[in-house]
Structures are given as C-alpha cells and as structure tokens.
C-alpha cells in the first residue's frame, strides 16, 4: 500500500468505514511506515482535541424575529395568492365540484343571453319619422334610412 | 410538516422549538460567534417554513433540514465576504452559550487556551471541510448524511473529511 493511500485510509478507520481487508492492510503499512504512523497519531490527536470545546447548552429563542419576517411575507403575497384561495379550496373540495361547475355553466348561460337582449334593446333604432313613414306608407326603409329635409336624421 | 404546509403557526412554534437547538448549534460552530448564527438560524426557518409546501412526506425532516443549514452557512459567509469581514477567530462568542466551567481557575485559563486554539484551527478550515467536521464530528452525522446535506457525494466526503483532519493535526500540533 502507498504512503497516500494509506493516510487517507487512517481516516477512514477514524470513521470505522473500512473493510477487514483494508484495515488489515493499513495495520501492515503502519507496522512498516513511520511516517504514516506519525500521521495518523497526529490526526487522531487533533480530533479528540475538537472534544476541547465547550458544550452548547443554551440556545436564544428568536421565535418573535421569525414569526415577524414569516408574516411579513405572507402579507406581501397575500393579496396575490389569497384572493382566489377560497375558489381554489372550494374547486378541490370534490363534492361540490360537479355543483359549482353547474352554477358556473348556468351563469356563463344567463350571461350569454342577457348579453343579447342588451344587445338587440341597445341596437339602434331608426330615426321617428322613418318609423312614421313605414307605419303611414306601410312599409320599412330596406337599405339605410331615408332623411328626410329639416329632420336633422342623417 | 402537512400542518407546517398549510400555515399553521403554532406547528410552525412547535418545530422550530423541536429543531433550533442543533440548527444553532452547527450555526455557531460554523460561523464562531453568536450574532451570525442567530442570524442563520432565523435565514433557516424562514426558508423552510416559506416552502414547506414542496416538501416531501417520503423525505426525511431532518436530512432536509441539514441541507437548509448547510447552504444558509456558506452563503452567510459567501456575504460576510463580500463585506470583507475577517471569520471570527476566538471562542468569546461560544462563552455565553457555553456549559460553566467547573475547574480550578488556573487550569480553566489553560483550557481556555486550548480551546481557542482549536477553535482557532476549525474556523480556519475552509467552509466546506469545516461543515463537514462540524456535522461529523459534533452532529455525529454518517458520511451519507453529510453527502446529503452538503448535496455531494460520499467519496466528497471521504475527501473532505481527509482534508479537515490533516489541516487540524498541522494547526494543532505541538510546536
């Protein structure tokens, strides 16, 4: 085994991630290498030293500053996500799928036929004297309307 | 994490209280003072409770929760970079956190050495090598959990790892 194998076998045995064979192997090479042994003496110093550190027994409760930033965010989508929330919770709620759909194709109806009574009472009408005309002569003016002089009807 | 999804603030209460202890116990080990953990450590649950939605039940909590921590860390320092300030160098900021010392005050003097200089030597580490020591060594995380949060492989790991422990024993060897 190489010298640069071996060490970064050494810590992988720190971890217990090597196979029999492998640990068998690095424990030849270490019986053989002093300066692996070194390394790995030197290693296994360092990471027991980590153990030098205090232990972290209090930890500050920023509850208030997160739940301040989290309802920050909700305000500001708020208005572009919840104003269609409650069509959207009320389309999955399965049940009353089939009787919104129904109610949106009965006002898509209704809005379909108000729409062309608006639209024949909104047509424009002919001018009176051509309605007095058609109702003394009998007859509606086929093409246009006639204007008649001083009626200001064009 | 469902109740967490819809906006229940009071799941949100009861995770945070469940999570925050090692969230900023990693934060603080990672960035060396109070005041920028604190800060990740709110960075961390605002992020996950702003996307709870997309979690997944078949996920594991805390596996994603480590990614969050991980990546709120290294872009706290990425920022504090560009900010050019100097990485804190000492252990004064784990002092007020800190289990009290139960020795001798000249002893404890020693030990207060000690531990600023191994301190000094995790904070020198780069970011990634000291994430991964962090989590290994203080979180007891597998190489596989590490990968996870760390969003590499395992044999980035191995690496990482490697290379963590080779800068420690030179920082930390006896001159």
Redesign the interface.
């Known amino acids: 085994m190489r010298c640069t194998t071996a060490r970064k076998h050494i810590s992988l045995d720190m971890d217990g991630r090597l196979t029999q064979d492998e640990a068998a192997a690095l424990v030849a090479h270490l019986a053989a290498c002093a300066e692996c042994r070194r390394e790995r003496e030197a290693m296994g110093q360092a990471w027991t030293a980590l153990g030098a550190l205090p232990e972290i027994t209090s930890t500050p409760d920023d509850w208030r500053a997160i739940a301040a930033r989290l309802e920050g965010r909700r305000g500001m989508s708020g208005w572009l996500n919840g104003g269609w929330s409650w069509l959207e919770e009320l389309w999955f709620a399965a049940p009353r799928r089939w009787a919104l759909a129904t109610v949106m194709s009965a006002c898509v109806l209704a809005g379909v036929a108000a729409g062309a009574r608006m639209s024949r009472e909104l047509a424009p009408q002919p001018p009176l004297e051509a309605l007095a005309l058609a109702e003394a002569f009998g007859e509606f003016p086929a093409a246009g309307w006639i204007a008649v002089e001083g009626s200001g009807a064009r | 994490m469902a109740r967490v999804a819809q906006?229940d603030?009071l799941a949100?209460?009861t995770l945070?209280?469940r999570q925050?202890?090692y969230v900023?116990?990693a934060a603080?080990?990672f960035m060396g003072n109070?005041a920028d953990a604190?800060d990740v450590?709110?960075d961390v649950?605002?992020s996950l409770?702003?996307r709870a939605g997309s979690f997944r039940t078949s996920g594991k909590l805390t596996t994603y929760l480590w990614r969050v921590v991980a990546n709120r860390c290294l872009n706290e320092r990425a920022r504090a970079r560009n900010r050019a300030e100097a990485p804190a160098s000492g252990?004064a900021g784990?002092?007020?956190?800190?289990?009290p010392e139960e020795r001798a005050p000249d002893r404890q003097l020693e030990?207060r050495e000690?531990?600023e200089q191994?301190?000094r030597?995790?904070l020198a580490l780069p970011e990634r090598q000291r994430l991964a020591?962090i989590l290994?060594?203080?979180e007891g995380l597998s190489?596989e959990e590490i990968a996870s949060a760390l969003e590499c492989s395992v044999s980035s790991v191995?690496s990482l790892?490697?290379r963590a422990?080779?800068g420690?024993?030179?920082?930390?060897?006896p001159r």
């Not at chain 2, 784990?94 to 289990?99: D, K, P």
């Not at chain 2, 420690?168 to 060897?173: G, N, T, V, Y």
């Open positions: 906006g603030l949100w209460r945070y209280e925050r202890d900023f116990r603080l080990r109070e604190r450590v709110q649950f605002v409770f702003s252990v784990l002092e007020s956190v800190a289990a030990h000690v531990r191994v301190q030597a995790i020591v290994s060594r203080y190489y191995e790892l490697f422990r080779q420690l024993a030179k920082a930390l060897s």
